[in-house]
């Protein structure tokens, strides 16, 4: 449909530099000329990025920016909560299981341990602006984090165990993949008629190598946009994922 490719053209621009938050959008006779459309098009585009909570109207004044999508950047690594708050954004987690298992072969040879070693088995539904946004399953050995709480987990496990525990991050491996929710996943989302999810895999590690981290995290796919840019100057992709 015509106004959804517009309103995905907007996103990229309300997230670039060519606008700051509180600027207004351009006029919708502006857009009808620049993207060649019809007022109504326009308008069912504007009206799609209001209801994600992006832009909001104001009555005889015009069409201003709310927010920046959240953006993770693979260069340097964010924990969610570092990257919403750097577009002034709230996450929460509501741990939802939290226990101690010897880990299956698979989770085992991704974690580089024994399965006679235990783990800790968490699970997290993350809300931005208090919208459940992500669901995270995660593995981490006890050996390396003892005294790990449900508490901890509520917040940010990064700068637990960068701030509190003195370790230091060195960087996450994370494979992308599109798959469909279960029934469970679909009530902690509020997600209807199966709508495709995106699940990231991530391996997280310390600067020796050790890795401390293996979580899948499932996150709404139309309230994300996923997009990679690679600079021909530099020795790698930079991989941004948006929030829509």
Do not use: C, W
């Amino acid at each position: 449909m015509l106004y959804k490719n517009i309103a995905k053209k907007l996103r990229f621009r309300i997230n670039s530099d060519e606008f700051n938050v509180g600027d207004v959008l351009p006029t919708e006779r502006q857009l009808m000329e620049e993207y060649q459309a019809s007022r109504v098009s326009i308008r069912k585009a504007i009206d799609e990025l209001v209801e994600l909570d992006l832009i909001e109207k104001k009555q005889g004044s015009g069409t201003y920016i709310k927010q920046k999508e959240i953006v993770h950047m693979m260069q340097p690594l964010r924990s969610g909560v570092e990257s919403s708050q750097e577009i002034g954004q709230s996450i929460t987690s509501e741990v939802i299981e939290f226990s101690i298992i010897y880990p299956d072969t698979e989770i085992a040879q991704r974690l580089k341990i024994s399965t006679t070693e235990r783990v800790y088995r968490t699970k997290r539904v993350r809300k931005i602006n208090d919208r459940p946004q992500i669901i995270e399953e995660s593995f981490m050995p006890v050996a390396l984090f003892p005294e790990l709480t449900i508490r901890v987990l509520e917040h940010s496990k990064f700068n637990y165990i960068e701030e509190k525990l003195g370790m230091q991050i060195e960087g996450s491996y994370q494979e992308f993949s599109p798959i469909l929710p279960d029934k469970e996943e679909e009530l902690l989302l509020n997600i209807q008629n199966r709508e495709p999810m995106l699940q990231i895999t991530s391996l997280s590690n310390f600067k020796d190598g050790t890795i401390f981290d293996y979580s899948i995290m499932k996150f709404k796919a139309n309230e994300y946009l996923h997009a990679m840019y690679v600079n021909r100057n530099t020795q790698g992709p930079l991989l941004s994922e948006k929030k829509v």
